[in-house]
Protein backbone atom coordinates (compact mmCIF):
# COMPACT_ATOMS: atom_id res chain seq x y z
CA UNK A 1 0.00 0.00 0.00
CA UNK A 2 1.20 3.52 -1.03
CA UNK A 3 2.16 5.30 2.03
CA UNK A 4 -0.27 8.01 2.97
CA UNK A 5 0.32 12.05 3.72
CA UNK A 6 -1.22 14.57 5.14
CA UNK A 7 0.63 19.10 4.72
CA UNK A 8 -0.01 21.15 7.59
CA UNK A 9 0.63 24.80 6.02
CA UNK A 10 0.68 28.05 7.96
CA UNK A 11 1.97 31.56 7.94
CA UNK A 12 2.10 33.59 11.03
CA UNK A 13 -0.21 36.64 11.98
CA UNK A 14 3.09 38.74 12.31
CA UNK A 15 3.60 38.70 8.46
CA UNK A 16 6.46 40.80 7.91
CA UNK A 17 8.69 37.81 9.28
CA UNK A 18 6.40 36.06 6.74
CA UNK A 19 6.20 37.36 4.10
CA UNK A 20 9.29 35.30 1.98
CA UNK A 21 7.24 31.93 2.86
CA UNK A 22 3.47 32.12 1.31
CA UNK A 23 1.20 29.30 2.00
CA UNK A 24 1.50 28.38 -1.65
CA UNK A 25 5.43 28.28 -1.62
CA UNK A 26 4.61 25.92 1.57
CA UNK A 27 2.33 23.33 -0.45
CA UNK A 28 4.04 23.16 -3.76
CA UNK A 29 7.37 22.61 -1.81
CA UNK A 30 5.05 19.57 0.82
CA UNK A 31 3.66 18.02 -2.49
CA UNK A 32 6.84 17.70 -4.42
CA UNK A 33 8.67 15.84 -1.77
CA UNK A 34 5.95 13.40 -1.60
CA UNK A 35 6.06 13.17 -4.71
CA UNK A 36 9.77 11.94 -5.01
CA UNK A 37 9.02 9.69 -1.77
CA UNK A 38 6.41 7.90 -3.40
CA UNK A 39 3.88 9.38 -0.67
CA UNK A 40 0.26 9.86 -1.82
CA UNK A 41 -0.75 13.12 -0.70
CA UNK A 42 -4.71 12.49 0.79
CA UNK A 43 -5.16 15.65 2.88
CA UNK A 44 -3.93 19.31 3.10
CA UNK A 45 -4.57 21.80 6.10
CA UNK A 46 -4.24 25.23 5.60
CA UNK A 47 -3.73 27.62 8.32
CA UNK A 48 -3.42 31.35 6.83
CA UNK A 49 -2.81 34.00 9.65
CA UNK A 50 -2.54 31.92 13.12
CA UNK A 51 0.43 32.00 15.35
CA UNK A 52 2.74 28.93 16.26
CA UNK A 53 3.11 29.63 19.58
CA UNK A 54 -0.35 28.09 20.51
CA UNK A 55 -2.20 25.01 19.57
CA UNK A 56 -5.53 27.11 19.38
CA UNK A 57 -5.89 26.71 15.68
CA UNK A 58 -9.22 25.42 14.05
CA UNK A 59 -7.06 23.36 11.12
CA UNK A 60 -4.40 22.13 13.59
CA UNK A 61 -6.83 20.53 15.42
CA UNK A 62 -8.54 18.91 13.35
CA UNK A 63 -5.52 17.38 11.76
CA UNK A 64 -4.93 16.25 15.60
CA UNK A 65 -8.64 14.90 15.96
CA UNK A 66 -8.30 13.08 12.23
CA UNK A 67 -5.08 11.86 13.29
CA UNK A 68 -6.27 10.59 16.94
CA UNK A 69 -9.46 9.00 15.41
CA UNK A 70 -9.69 5.13 15.06
CA UNK A 71 -9.25 5.00 11.24
CA UNK A 72 -6.40 7.70 10.47
CA UNK A 73 -6.52 8.63 7.13
CA UNK A 74 -2.41 9.51 7.04
CA UNK A 75 0.39 8.14 8.10
CA UNK A 76 3.01 10.87 7.79
CA UNK A 77 2.87 14.78 8.26
CA UNK A 78 4.67 17.07 6.16
CA UNK A 79 5.97 20.47 7.43
CA UNK A 80 8.32 23.25 5.31
CA UNK A 81 10.09 23.22 8.76
CA UNK A 82 9.33 22.30 12.60
CA UNK A 83 8.33 26.29 13.42
CA UNK A 84 5.14 25.82 10.56
CA UNK A 85 3.51 23.55 13.32
CA UNK A 86 5.15 24.89 16.47
CA UNK A 87 7.23 27.72 17.67
CA UNK A 88 7.16 25.88 21.21
CA UNK A 89 9.58 23.92 22.19
CA UNK A 90 6.99 21.61 24.53
CA UNK A 91 4.48 22.20 22.43
CA UNK A 92 6.16 20.64 19.31
CA UNK A 93 7.11 17.40 21.10
CA UNK A 94 4.26 17.04 22.82
CA UNK A 95 2.79 17.13 19.28
CA UNK A 96 5.07 14.85 18.19
CA UNK A 97 4.63 11.95 20.80
CA UNK A 98 0.90 12.19 20.24
CA UNK A 99 1.51 11.56 16.96
CA UNK A 100 4.06 8.66 17.01
CA UNK A 101 1.50 7.01 19.75
CA UNK A 102 -0.75 5.96 16.22
CA UNK A 103 2.21 5.58 14.25
CA UNK A 104 2.04 8.60 12.51
CA UNK A 105 5.70 10.54 11.66
CA UNK A 106 6.62 13.53 11.42
CA UNK A 107 8.20 15.01 8.34
CA UNK A 108 9.77 18.51 7.80
CA UNK A 109 11.28 19.57 4.30
CA UNK A 110 14.08 21.85 5.40
CA UNK A 111 15.06 19.92 8.76
CA UNK A 112 15.40 16.03 7.84
CA UNK A 113 16.40 14.18 10.84
CA UNK A 114 16.32 10.72 11.95
CA UNK A 115 14.38 8.79 13.71
CA UNK A 116 16.58 7.50 16.30
CA UNK A 117 17.95 9.66 19.99
CA UNK A 118 20.54 11.89 17.92
CA UNK A 119 17.63 13.06 15.47
CA UNK A 120 15.16 13.71 18.25
CA UNK A 121 17.80 15.71 20.03
CA UNK A 122 18.80 17.99 16.91
CA UNK A 123 14.87 18.09 17.10
CA UNK A 124 14.64 19.38 20.21
CA UNK A 125 17.42 21.75 19.88
CA UNK A 126 16.01 23.28 16.74
CA UNK A 127 12.74 23.71 18.31
CA UNK A 128 14.38 25.73 21.09
CA UNK A 129 16.05 27.76 18.55
CA UNK A 130 12.74 28.36 16.85
CA UNK A 131 10.97 29.43 20.39
CA UNK A 132 14.27 31.88 21.30
CA UNK A 133 13.79 33.66 17.70
CA UNK A 134 10.06 33.86 18.11
CA UNK A 135 10.40 35.94 21.45
CA UNK A 136 13.26 37.40 20.65
CA UNK A 137 11.00 38.37 16.94
CA UNK A 138 8.26 39.49 19.07
CA UNK A 139 10.49 42.00 21.05
CA UNK A 140 12.24 43.69 18.77
CA UNK A 141 8.53 43.95 16.71
CA UNK A 142 7.13 45.59 19.77
CA UNK A 143 10.18 48.51 20.12
CA UNK A 144 9.20 49.61 16.01
CA UNK A 145 5.72 49.99 17.06
CA UNK A 146 6.38 51.50 20.45
CA UNK A 147 8.15 53.95 18.20
CA UNK A 148 6.13 53.98 15.61
CA UNK A 149 3.21 54.93 17.64
CA UNK A 150 5.38 57.62 19.55
CA UNK A 151 5.38 59.35 15.86
CA UNK A 152 1.79 59.39 15.38
CA UNK A 153 1.78 56.49 13.03
CA UNK A 154 -1.36 53.75 13.50
CA UNK A 155 0.11 50.31 14.11
CA UNK A 156 -3.02 48.71 12.64
CA UNK A 157 -6.55 47.20 14.07
CA UNK A 158 -9.80 48.72 13.70
CA UNK A 159 -9.77 52.13 14.64
CA UNK A 160 -12.20 53.65 17.66
CA UNK A 161 -15.79 54.33 16.19
CA UNK A 162 -15.43 58.44 15.08
CA UNK A 163 -11.93 57.79 13.54
CA UNK A 164 -10.72 55.93 10.37
CA UNK A 165 -7.40 55.49 8.87
CA UNK A 166 -5.71 57.01 6.13
CA UNK A 167 -2.47 56.77 4.05
CA UNK A 168 0.30 59.18 5.67
CA UNK A 169 2.87 58.67 2.82
CA UNK A 170 5.78 56.23 2.55
CA UNK A 171 9.04 56.21 4.97
CA UNK A 172 11.69 53.84 3.86
CA UNK A 173 9.55 50.79 2.00
CA UNK A 174 6.48 50.84 3.85
CA UNK A 175 3.71 52.72 3.74
CA UNK A 176 3.15 54.75 7.07
CA UNK A 177 -0.36 55.19 8.13
CA UNK A 178 -2.28 57.58 10.85
CA UNK A 179 -6.00 58.02 12.18
CA UNK A 180 -8.28 60.75 11.09
CA UNK A 181 -11.45 62.05 12.06
CA UNK A 182 -14.99 59.73 10.20
CA UNK A 183 -17.04 63.30 10.27
CA UNK A 184 -20.37 60.76 9.98
CA UNK A 185 -19.32 58.81 12.89
CA UNK A 186 -17.47 62.15 14.75
CA UNK A 187 -20.73 64.01 14.65
CA UNK A 188 -22.53 61.27 16.68
CA UNK A 189 -19.76 61.20 19.05
CA UNK A 190 -19.82 64.88 19.79
CA UNK A 191 -23.86 63.95 19.91
CA UNK A 192 -23.22 62.05 22.73
CA UNK A 193 -20.93 64.44 24.85
CA UNK A 194 -23.43 66.74 24.64
CA UNK A 195 -26.10 64.27 25.59
CA UNK A 196 -24.17 63.74 28.62
CA UNK A 197 -22.95 67.20 29.73
CA UNK A 198 -26.31 68.84 28.71
CA UNK A 199 -24.38 71.18 26.49
CA UNK A 200 -27.59 70.91 24.08
CA UNK A 201 -31.23 70.86 25.44
CA UNK A 202 -33.66 68.34 24.16
CA UNK A 203 -31.23 65.73 24.54
CA UNK A 204 -31.16 62.74 27.71
CA UNK A 205 -28.57 62.72 30.52
CA UNK A 206 -26.96 59.77 31.54
CA UNK A 207 -25.50 56.81 29.59
CA UNK A 208 -28.35 54.59 29.38
CA UNK A 209 -30.55 57.41 28.56
CA UNK A 210 -28.25 58.65 25.70
CA UNK A 211 -28.06 54.96 24.21
CA UNK A 212 -31.59 54.69 24.83
CA UNK A 213 -32.77 57.94 22.56
CA UNK A 214 -29.63 57.11 20.03
CA UNK A 215 -31.14 53.75 19.44
CA UNK A 216 -34.60 55.58 19.03
CA UNK A 217 -33.45 58.20 16.81
CA UNK A 218 -32.46 55.29 14.47
CA UNK A 219 -28.45 55.93 14.78
CA UNK A 220 -26.42 52.58 14.26
CA UNK A 221 -22.97 51.31 15.02
CA UNK A 222 -20.25 50.62 12.07
CA UNK A 223 -21.45 47.35 11.99
CA UNK A 224 -24.85 48.78 11.49
CA UNK A 225 -25.82 47.23 14.97
CA UNK A 226 -27.84 49.26 17.65
CA UNK A 227 -25.99 51.02 20.36
CA UNK A 228 -25.42 49.79 23.68
CA UNK A 229 -24.42 51.70 26.57
CA UNK A 230 -21.22 50.03 27.07
CA UNK A 231 -19.91 51.58 23.54
CA UNK A 232 -21.39 54.54 24.83
CA UNK A 233 -19.30 54.47 27.82
CA UNK A 234 -16.81 53.25 25.60
CA UNK A 235 -16.89 56.78 24.20
CA UNK A 236 -17.19 58.86 27.01
CA UNK A 237 -14.25 57.63 28.91
CA UNK A 238 -11.71 57.26 25.63
CA UNK A 239 -8.70 59.62 25.55
CA UNK A 240 -8.49 59.24 21.87
CA UNK A 241 -11.34 61.41 21.39
CA UNK A 242 -9.88 64.62 23.48
CA UNK A 243 -6.06 63.96 21.37
CA UNK A 244 -4.49 61.09 22.78
CA UNK A 245 -4.52 57.52 21.74
CA UNK A 246 -2.34 54.75 24.14
CA UNK A 247 -1.01 52.30 22.52
CA UNK A 248 0.26 48.85 24.21
CA UNK A 249 -2.54 49.19 26.54
CA UNK A 250 -3.43 45.89 26.62
CA UNK A 251 -1.94 42.57 26.67
CA UNK A 252 -3.19 41.12 23.20
CA UNK A 253 -3.29 37.54 24.10
CA UNK A 254 -4.74 37.48 27.33
CA UNK A 255 -6.95 41.03 27.01
CA UNK A 256 -5.83 42.65 30.32
CA UNK A 257 -4.59 45.49 31.13
CA UNK A 258 -0.84 46.63 31.20
CA UNK A 259 0.75 48.72 33.91
CA UNK A 260 0.67 52.08 32.82
CA UNK A 261 4.91 51.97 32.16
CA UNK A 262 4.06 49.95 29.31
CA UNK A 263 1.68 52.39 27.87
CA UNK A 264 3.19 54.47 24.56
CA UNK A 265 0.85 58.10 24.06
CA UNK A 266 0.17 58.21 20.33
CA UNK A 267 -0.93 62.21 19.49
CA UNK A 268 -4.13 62.24 17.08
CA UNK A 269 -7.15 64.40 16.01
CA UNK A 270 -9.28 65.45 18.74
CA UNK A 271 -13.27 65.42 18.43
CA UNK A 272 -13.70 67.13 21.43
CA UNK A 273 -12.31 69.46 23.53
CA UNK A 274 -10.01 68.06 26.51
CA UNK A 275 -12.16 70.56 28.75
CA UNK A 276 -15.27 68.55 28.05
CA UNK A 277 -13.11 65.26 28.41
CA UNK A 278 -12.65 66.18 31.82
CA UNK A 279 -15.84 67.58 32.81
CA UNK A 280 -17.10 64.10 31.48
CA UNK A 281 -15.25 62.32 33.69
CA UNK A 282 -15.16 63.84 36.78
CA UNK A 283 -19.63 63.43 36.27
CA UNK A 284 -19.02 59.45 35.77
CA UNK A 285 -16.83 59.37 38.85
CA UNK A 286 -19.45 61.58 40.53
CA UNK A 287 -22.28 59.36 39.65
CA UNK A 288 -20.56 56.10 40.12
CA UNK A 289 -22.06 54.25 43.14
CA UNK A 290 -19.17 52.52 43.83
CA UNK A 291 -17.28 55.41 44.63
CA UNK A 292 -19.96 56.31 47.51
CA UNK A 293 -19.70 56.37 50.96
CA UNK A 294 -22.54 53.48 51.50
CA UNK A 295 -22.57 50.21 52.73
CA UNK A 296 -20.43 47.48 50.79
CA UNK A 297 -21.81 46.15 47.80
CA UNK A 298 -19.42 43.73 47.27
CA UNK A 299 -21.08 40.57 48.52
CA UNK A 300 -22.49 37.67 46.19
CA UNK A 301 -25.49 38.61 44.76
CA UNK A 302 -27.88 35.69 44.81
CA UNK A 303 -29.92 34.89 41.91
CA UNK A 304 -27.46 36.44 39.08
CA UNK A 305 -27.20 33.76 36.51
CA UNK A 306 -30.58 32.26 37.31
CA UNK A 307 -32.94 35.45 36.96
CA UNK A 308 -34.17 35.92 33.65
CA UNK A 309 -36.54 38.66 31.87
CA UNK A 310 -39.84 36.65 30.45
CA UNK A 311 -39.77 38.71 27.42
CA UNK A 312 -36.62 38.49 25.62
CA UNK A 313 -35.35 36.03 27.72
CA UNK A 314 -31.92 37.89 28.20
CA UNK A 315 -30.16 37.18 31.68
CA UNK A 316 -31.43 39.98 34.46
CA UNK A 317 -28.09 41.75 35.69
CA UNK A 318 -27.38 43.72 38.97
CA UNK A 319 -27.92 47.55 38.73
CA UNK A 320 -27.02 50.02 40.99
CA UNK A 321 -28.40 54.15 41.59
CA UNK A 322 -28.51 56.84 43.46
CA UNK A 323 -31.63 58.07 45.37
CA UNK A 324 -32.26 61.10 47.48
CA UNK A 325 -29.85 61.85 49.65
CA UNK A 326 -27.16 59.75 47.65
CA UNK A 327 -28.73 56.48 49.35
CA UNK A 328 -27.76 53.65 47.00
CA UNK A 329 -30.09 51.09 45.81
CA UNK A 330 -29.64 47.86 43.62
CA UNK A 331 -32.32 46.07 41.47
CA UNK A 332 -32.22 43.72 39.13
CA UNK A 333 -32.62 44.60 35.65
CA UNK A 334 -33.18 43.40 31.70
CA UNK A 335 -29.69 43.26 30.80
CA UNK A 336 -30.69 43.84 26.97
CA UNK A 337 -33.06 46.68 28.38
CA UNK A 338 -29.97 48.03 29.95
CA UNK A 339 -27.25 47.50 27.42
CA UNK A 340 -29.11 48.12 24.34
CA UNK A 341 -32.37 50.49 25.32
CA UNK A 342 -35.97 49.98 25.35
CA UNK A 343 -35.67 49.65 21.51
CA UNK A 344 -34.68 45.96 21.82
CA UNK A 345 -36.71 44.83 24.98
CA UNK A 346 -38.71 47.62 27.14
CA UNK A 347 -37.65 45.67 29.70
CA UNK A 348 -38.45 45.04 33.38
CA UNK A 349 -36.55 45.93 36.75
CA UNK A 350 -37.49 44.54 40.50
CA UNK A 351 -35.82 45.57 43.65
CA UNK A 352 -33.00 43.22 44.18
CA UNK A 353 -33.69 43.07 48.23
CA UNK A 354 -37.34 42.21 47.25
CA UNK A 355 -36.96 39.70 44.76
CA UNK A 356 -34.63 37.54 46.53
CA UNK A 357 -37.09 37.57 49.90
CA UNK A 358 -39.31 36.26 47.88
CA UNK A 359 -37.58 33.33 46.16
CA UNK A 360 -36.67 32.24 49.41
CA UNK A 361 -39.81 32.14 50.89
CA UNK A 362 -41.40 30.54 47.84
CA UNK A 363 -38.58 27.98 48.16
CA UNK A 364 -38.91 27.11 51.79
CA UNK A 365 -42.64 27.71 52.13
CA UNK A 366 -43.53 26.38 48.61
CA UNK A 367 -40.92 24.23 47.18
CA UNK A 368 -39.26 22.23 49.99
CA UNK A 369 -41.67 21.42 51.83
CA UNK A 370 -42.47 18.01 52.59
CA UNK A 371 -45.49 17.84 50.62
CA UNK A 372 -44.69 19.07 47.51
CA UNK A 373 -41.48 17.11 47.16
CA UNK A 374 -43.03 14.03 47.71
CA UNK A 375 -45.16 15.10 45.13
CA UNK A 376 -42.31 15.95 42.83
CA UNK A 377 -40.45 12.61 43.20
CA UNK A 378 -43.69 10.63 42.35
CA UNK A 379 -43.88 12.41 39.14
CA UNK A 380 -40.05 11.81 38.17
CA UNK A 381 -40.86 7.88 39.06
CA UNK A 382 -43.17 7.98 36.47
CA UNK A 383 -41.18 9.35 33.91
CA UNK A 384 -38.06 7.75 34.74
CA UNK A 385 -38.73 5.50 31.77
CA UNK A 386 -39.01 7.73 29.18
CA UNK A 387 -35.81 9.67 30.50
CA UNK A 388 -33.08 7.04 30.33
CA UNK A 389 -32.38 7.76 26.83
CA UNK A 390 -31.38 11.59 27.64
CA UNK A 391 -29.56 10.36 30.71
CA UNK A 392 -27.70 7.81 29.04
CA UNK A 393 -26.76 10.44 26.42
CA UNK A 394 -25.40 12.83 28.84
CA UNK A 395 -23.29 10.06 30.70
CA UNK A 396 -21.54 9.27 27.55
CA UNK A 397 -20.55 13.01 26.93
CA UNK A 398 -19.76 13.25 30.57
CA UNK A 399 -17.11 10.13 29.87
CA UNK A 400 -16.07 11.36 26.61
CA UNK A 401 -15.03 14.76 28.16
CA UNK A 402 -13.16 12.61 31.56
CA UNK A 403 -11.31 10.42 29.32
CA UNK A 404 -9.96 13.50 27.50
CA UNK A 405 -9.06 15.23 30.60
CA UNK A 406 -7.49 11.57 31.91
CA UNK A 407 -5.18 11.56 28.52
CA UNK A 408 -4.21 15.35 29.09
CA UNK A 409 -2.96 14.07 32.58
CA UNK A 410 -1.20 11.80 31.41
CA UNK A 411 0.80 13.13 28.51
CA UNK A 412 2.13 15.92 31.32
CA UNK A 413 3.23 13.19 33.67
CA UNK A 414 4.96 11.47 30.71
CA UNK A 415 6.72 14.37 29.58
CA UNK A 416 7.62 15.34 33.63
CA UNK A 417 8.91 11.44 33.61
CA UNK A 418 11.30 11.70 30.41
CA UNK A 419 12.78 15.27 30.91
CA UNK A 420 10.99 16.72 28.25
CA UNK A 421 9.36 19.39 30.79
CA UNK A 422 10.38 20.30 34.36
CA UNK A 423 7.39 20.63 36.83
CA UNK A 424 7.38 24.66 37.38
CA UNK A 425 4.56 26.52 38.80
CA UNK A 426 2.75 26.82 35.99
CA UNK A 427 2.38 22.98 35.37
CA UNK A 428 1.52 22.50 38.73
CA UNK A 429 -1.61 25.23 38.38
CA UNK A 430 -2.38 22.99 34.81
CA UNK A 431 -1.62 20.01 36.23
CA UNK A 432 -4.02 21.02 39.21
CA UNK A 433 -6.92 22.63 37.58
CA UNK A 434 -7.03 19.17 35.13
CA UNK A 435 -7.40 16.95 38.62
CA UNK A 436 -10.30 19.31 40.02
CA UNK A 437 -11.88 19.25 36.70
CA UNK A 438 -11.59 14.58 36.75
CA UNK A 439 -12.98 14.97 40.14
CA UNK A 440 -15.82 17.00 39.11
CA UNK A 441 -16.70 14.76 35.65
CA UNK A 442 -16.66 11.94 38.29
CA UNK A 443 -18.63 13.14 40.45
CA UNK A 444 -21.02 14.26 37.50
CA UNK A 445 -20.90 10.85 36.40
CA UNK A 446 -22.01 9.55 39.65
CA UNK A 447 -24.96 11.74 40.04
CA UNK A 448 -26.34 11.15 36.38
CA UNK A 449 -26.28 7.58 36.94
CA UNK A 450 -27.33 7.17 40.35
CA UNK A 451 -31.25 8.67 39.70
CA UNK A 452 -31.66 5.98 37.35
CA UNK A 453 -30.74 3.49 39.72
CA UNK A 454 -32.02 4.20 42.84
CA UNK A 455 -35.40 3.10 44.13
CA UNK A 456 -37.20 5.77 45.04
CA UNK A 457 -39.26 3.19 47.66
CA UNK A 458 -36.62 3.80 50.17
CA UNK A 459 -37.32 7.39 50.44
CA UNK A 460 -39.36 7.35 53.56
CA UNK A 461 -41.07 10.73 54.82
CA UNK A 462 -38.87 11.34 57.85
CA UNK A 463 -35.85 11.06 54.95
CA UNK A 464 -38.19 14.18 53.39
CA UNK A 465 -38.89 15.94 56.18
CA UNK A 466 -35.53 16.01 57.27
CA UNK A 467 -34.10 17.32 54.27
CA UNK A 468 -36.81 20.11 53.97
CA UNK A 469 -36.19 21.09 57.36
CA UNK A 470 -31.84 21.15 56.57
CA UNK A 471 -32.56 23.04 53.80
CA UNK A 472 -34.91 25.48 55.08
CA UNK A 473 -32.42 26.20 58.17
CA UNK A 474 -29.93 26.87 55.66
CA UNK A 475 -31.55 29.10 52.79
CA UNK A 476 -32.74 31.08 56.11
CA UNK A 477 -29.86 31.46 58.13
CA UNK A 478 -26.78 30.82 56.20
CA UNK A 479 -24.56 33.89 54.57
CA UNK A 480 -25.29 34.64 51.20
CA UNK A 481 -22.37 32.89 49.49
CA UNK A 482 -23.89 29.79 51.24
CA UNK A 483 -27.31 30.90 50.73
CA UNK A 484 -26.18 31.54 46.35
CA UNK A 485 -24.42 27.86 46.02
CA UNK A 486 -27.46 25.96 47.70
CA UNK A 487 -29.97 27.71 45.66
CA UNK A 488 -27.81 26.92 42.31
CA UNK A 489 -27.41 23.66 43.24
CA UNK A 490 -31.38 22.71 42.65
CA UNK A 491 -32.25 26.01 40.99
CA UNK A 492 -31.76 26.72 36.91
CA UNK A 493 -33.82 29.34 36.19
CA UNK A 494 -36.35 32.14 37.26
CA UNK A 495 -38.40 33.76 35.05
CA UNK A 496 -39.27 37.57 36.40
CA UNK A 497 -42.95 39.02 34.24
CA UNK A 498 -43.44 41.51 35.64
CA UNK A 499 -46.83 42.58 33.35
CA UNK A 500 -47.87 39.70 34.48
CA UNK A 501 -46.90 39.75 38.21
CA UNK A 502 -45.69 36.42 37.95
CA UNK A 503 -42.59 34.85 39.09
CA UNK A 504 -41.37 31.14 37.67
CA UNK A 505 -38.76 28.89 39.16
CA UNK A 506 -37.44 25.72 37.15
CA UNK A 507 -34.74 23.45 38.79
CA UNK A 508 -33.27 19.58 38.59
CA UNK A 509 -35.43 16.89 39.46
CA UNK A 510 -32.61 14.13 39.61
CA UNK A 511 -30.73 16.84 41.77
CA UNK A 512 -33.23 16.45 44.39
CA UNK A 513 -33.36 13.28 43.94
CA UNK A 514 -29.37 12.64 44.35
CA UNK A 515 -29.81 15.18 47.59
CA UNK A 516 -32.33 12.91 49.22
CA UNK A 517 -30.50 9.89 48.90
CA UNK A 518 -26.88 11.09 49.87
CA UNK A 519 -25.38 9.58 52.49
CA UNK A 520 -25.76 12.31 54.69
CA UNK A 521 -29.45 14.33 53.81
CA UNK A 522 -29.20 15.96 56.26
CA UNK A 523 -26.52 18.79 53.93
CA UNK A 524 -28.24 19.36 50.98
CA UNK A 525 -25.45 22.25 50.60
CA UNK A 526 -23.38 19.08 49.60
CA UNK A 527 -24.75 17.91 46.71
CA UNK A 528 -23.70 18.89 42.98
CA UNK A 529 -26.10 19.53 40.39
CA UNK A 530 -26.46 17.90 37.39
CA UNK A 531 -29.51 16.99 34.96
CA UNK A 532 -31.12 20.08 34.08
CA UNK A 533 -35.32 20.87 33.95
CA UNK A 534 -37.11 20.76 37.22
CA UNK A 535 -40.87 21.84 35.74
CA UNK A 536 -41.96 22.69 39.14
CA UNK A 537 -45.82 22.54 40.10
CA UNK A 538 -48.29 25.27 39.39
CA UNK A 539 -48.29 25.98 43.32
CA UNK A 540 -44.73 26.69 43.49
CA UNK A 541 -44.87 30.04 41.51
CA UNK A 542 -45.98 32.64 43.22
CA UNK A 543 -47.28 36.86 42.21
CA UNK A 544 -45.46 38.90 44.35
CA UNK A 545 -47.19 40.94 46.43
CA UNK A 546 -48.07 44.78 45.46
Same mark, same amino acid.
Given at each position: ?????????????????????????????????? $????????????????????????????????????????????????????????? #????????? $????????????????????????????????????????????? $?????????????????? $???????????????????? @??????????????????????????????????????????????????????????????????????????????????????????????????????????????????????????????????????????????????????????????? @?????????????????????????????????????????????????????????????????????????????????????????????? !??? !? #??????????????????????? @???????????????????????????????????????????????????????????????????????????????????
Amino acid at each position: MQPRAAIYARVSTTRQAERDLSIPDQLAQARKHA $KAKGWVVVKEYVEPGASGTTANRPLFQQMMADAQGPDSPFDRVIVHSFSRLFRDAFE #LEFTVRSLR $KKDIALVSITQETEDDPMGHLVRQVLALFDEYQSKETAKHTLRAM $KENARQGFWNGSVPSYGY $KVVDAGIRGDKMKRKLAINE @IEANVVRLIYDSYTGAKTGLPKGVKATTDWLNRQGYRTRQGRTFSTGLTYRILTGETYAGTHWFNKTDSRTGKTKGKSHWVSMPCPAIISEETFKAVKAQLSARNPKTANSRNISSPTLLTGLAKCSKCGGAMMLRTGKGQGGKIYSYYTCSTAALKGK @IECSGQSVPMDKLDRLIVEQLTDQVFTPKHVAELLAELNEKKPANTKAINSDIRKLQSDLDDTRKRLDRLYLSIEEGITELDEDLKTRIGGLKS !KRE !K #LNSDIDIAKNPSSIPMEILKPKH @IDRFCEAFRKTVLKADKPIQKGLINLFIDRITVDKDNSEITITGSNDALLAALTANDASAPEKVRRSVREWCPRRDSNSRPPD
